[in-house]
């Protein structure tokens, strides 16, 4: 049941008892809500259809109204994101496609224009699953409001000691991020440089600099920043 909803709205699964059927109510794709976060969103019904627990749940005429493409704290959301993404991007097809797209590490841009053209699916899911698939030593953090909600790193990275970016703090304040949320709003345009590792990271085992690049997400109120070791260096 596709619709406009309202503005909060992404999506909801639920059991009709009448007429024994599931339904998925989502919202459109529009300004500020790009498709391939309708896909994701709809794969995140999916899970909660196709994940037995969830499913019945939903028998019990439990529901809610989902917070998909990591943005919840919630596990059964969780749970529900990763049924998604490995539903639309199967790790083995992912970095295949990966591989016939660039031959060479990815920047930002290019992830999105990989979850545009490729995948259809969100640019948070593309660019975590770009990240597991440890294609290249990158780290993945979303902040809001100025501060960490979460970040993912990948196995080279970890090698590196640059592993951990605490939740809940803010954004560190030399970061390119932070310049980005200091004058942020939805057409803010992304931000791009490069930093010390040591800004992002404690006592990190990589000396040089780190290429930072960060963008508003639509109108999810949240910021991407992707962290890579700098090519030139
Ligand atoms: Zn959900």
């Not at 440890?134 to 592993?163: F, T, Y």
């Amino acid at each position: 049941m596709p619709g406009e909803y309202g503005d909060g709205f992404d999506a909801r699964i639920e059991y009709l008892p009448e007429v024994r059927r599931f339904v998925i109510y989502y919202r459109e794709s529009g300004p500020g809500r790009p498709q391939g976060r309708v896909h994701f969103s709809i794969a995140h019904e999916l899970g909660h259809f196709y994940i037995p627990d969830h499913r019945a749940r939903l028998l019990k005429g439990e529901m809610h109204n989902s917070l998909s493409d990591f943005r919840s704290d919630d596990a059964q959301e969780q749970e529900a994101d990763e049924f998604a993404a490995n539903l639309l991007m199967p790790k083995e097809l992912f970095i295949n496609e990966v591989r016939q797209f660039r031959q060479r590490v990815c920047t930002l841009k290019e992830i999105c224009q990989m979850a545009d053209q490729r995948f259809g699916t969100s640019i948070t899911s593309t660019a975590r699953r770009y990240c597991q698939c440890d294609i290249e030593a990158c780290s993945i953090v979303v902040s809001e409001n100025g501060l960490i909600r979460w970040a993912m790193h990948s196995e080279d990275m970890k090698r590196m000691n640059m592993r951990y970016v605490p939740a809940r703090q803010p954004v560190p304040a030399m970061s390119k991020t932070a310049v980005l949320w200091q004058t942020i709003d939805e057409a803010s345009e992304p931000v791009e440089g490069l930093v010390d590792a040591e800004v992002w990271f404690e006592r990190p085992f990589y000396k040089k600099r780190l290429w930072e690049e960060a963008m508003v997400l639509g109108n999810t109120g949240l910021v991407l920043t992707y962290l890579t070791l700098d090519a030139d260096d």
